[in-house]
């Protein structure tokens, strides 16, 4: 499970892991609708849990956060690791969303948290 938390003043992010779903169980503390997402636009103030199923071949992949509705996006990434992996994450990062001022799909994602 990962819990991510936007505690920042100003800047929505959005989160994915390299090859994996990520299964939406915890928004603000209250249980959700357990819905799976590619990526996840966290606003701030925002607090989800999300779970990860390791089911991929064993590698690493790429864990990114990116900012959204910035002139500049600012991208972060860390790596997830599975125990028997001998290989390092491959391939390009993750691509966020395709327009970074795409208001109208981070609401609509937002709407299916129940």
């Keep these: 499970m990962f819990r991510i938390s936007n505690v920042g003043l100003s800047t929505s992010i959005n989160f994915r892991i390299q090859g994996h779903t990520l ?11 357990q819905n ?17 199923t390791l089911n991929q071949p064993p590698k690493d992949y790429y864990i990114v956060a990116s900012t959204r509705f ?35 799909w981070s609401m609509k994602q937002a709407r299916t948290y129940r």
Excluded: I, M, R
């Design 23 to 33: 299964k939406l169980v915890e928004v603000e503390g209250s249980h959700t609708v």
């Design 36 to 52: 799976l997402y590619d990526s996840l636009d966290v606003h701030v103030g925002q607090s989800v849990a999300v779970l990860v």
């Design 70 to 104: 910035t002139e500049t996006p600012l991208t972060t990434t860390a790596v997830l690791h599975y125990a028997n992996s001998f290989s390092s994450a491959l391939g390009p990062v993750p691509a966020p969303p395709v327009d970074k001022y795409d208001f109208d």
